[in-house]
């Protein structure tokens, strides 16, 4: 049940979605989208996080989550919290963001409502959560991660998309580890009997 995409039961399977302020294109660079990877491969290792879906988009990122030890909003808080000093603090110290005032611009702007926030802020608030409760709703949520690139004219292929789990799906192999749902799966999505 939705209350407000809030995570109501944090022992649940939960589709997310986690978007940048402003809609930024932040991961439209690769640097970026690999600290996301390497954060997420850190929470799978350290905080026992399950990632069984995931997409990196050039403003958001769609994954499917479960913390089996009862904790999801503290790692779903702890990784925008990781990913975002990691993010700001590259585009601040580097020379080589060609984006960087304007970035900069806009980070500073949103977080002068965020009385969390002092300098930047790149996530919005809140994760959009989503419990999972059937499986036909888990492999339309499965499918909606793997055909977002697709949809946006990416890739022809959901699996050609490096940035995406549908590769573990199709052929055993991605850039990260997933646990794959056993479910009746298809890219053109579930049609009940």
Same mark, same amino acid.
Not at 43 to 67: P, R
Not at 138 to 146: C, D, E, R, V
Not at 164 to 184: M, Q, R, W
């Given at each position: 049940?939705?209350?407000?995409?809030?995570?109501?039961?944090?022992?649940?399977? %939960?589709?997310?979605?986690?978007?940048?302020?402003?809609?930024?294109?932040?991961?439209?660079?690769?640097?970026?989208?690999?600290?996301?990877?390497?954060?997420?491969?850190?929470?799978?290792?350290? &905080?026992?996080?399950?990632?069984?879906?995931?997409?990196?988009?050039?403003? =958001?990122? %769609?994954?499917?989550?479960?913390?089996?030890?009862?904790?999801?909003?503290?790692?779903?808080?702890?990784?925008? &919290?990781?990913?975002?000093?990691?993010?700001?603090?590259?585009?601040?110290?580097?020379?080589?963001?060609?984006?960087?005032?304007?970035?900069?611009?806009?980070?500073?702007?949103? @977080? &002068?409502?965020? =009385?969390?926030?002092?300098?930047?802020?790149?996530?919005?608030?809140?994760? %959009?959560?989503?419990?999972? /409760?059937?499986?036909?709703?888990?492999?339309?949520?499965?499918?909606?991660?793997?055909?977002?690139?697709?949809?946006? @004219?990416?890739?022809?292929?959901?699996?050609?998309?490096?940035?995406?789990?549908?590769?573990?799906?199709?052929?055993?192999?991605?850039?990260?580890?997933?646990?794959?749902?056993?479910?009746?799966?298809?890219? /053109?999505?579930?049609?009940?009997?």
């Amino acid at each position: 049940m939705n209350r407000g995409y809030k995570i109501e039961n944090q022992n649940s399977l %939960h589709f997310l979605t986690m978007t940048t302020v402003g809609w930024i294109d932040i991961f439209s660079r690769k640097c970026y989208r690999d600290m996301l990877i390497d954060s997420m491969k850190y929470c799978q290792k350290e &905080k026992g996080l399950y990632i069984f879906a995931y997409v990196i988009m050039t403003n =958001h990122i %769609h994954c499917i989550w479960l913390t089996p030890n009862g904790n999801l909003s503290n790692v779903v808080r702890d990784f925008k &919290k990781y990913t975002s000093a990691m993010i700001i603090k590259k585009i601040i110290d580097e020379n080589g963001e060609s984006r960087s005032d304007w970035l900069k611009i806009v980070m500073d702007y949103h @977080a &002068k409502f965020n =009385h969390n926030n002092s300098n930047y802020q790149l996530w919005q608030n809140g994760n %959009h959560a989503i419990e999972l /409760e059937s499986p036909q709703f888990i492999n339309q949520k499965l499918n909606y991660i793997h055909l977002n690139p697709v949809r946006a @004219a990416f890739v022809n292929e959901p699996e050609h998309y490096i940035y995406s789990s549908a590769s573990n799906y199709t052929s055993g192999k991605g850039i990260i580890e997933v646990n794959i749902l056993d479910l009746p799966l298809s890219f /053109e999505g579930y049609i009940p009997n």
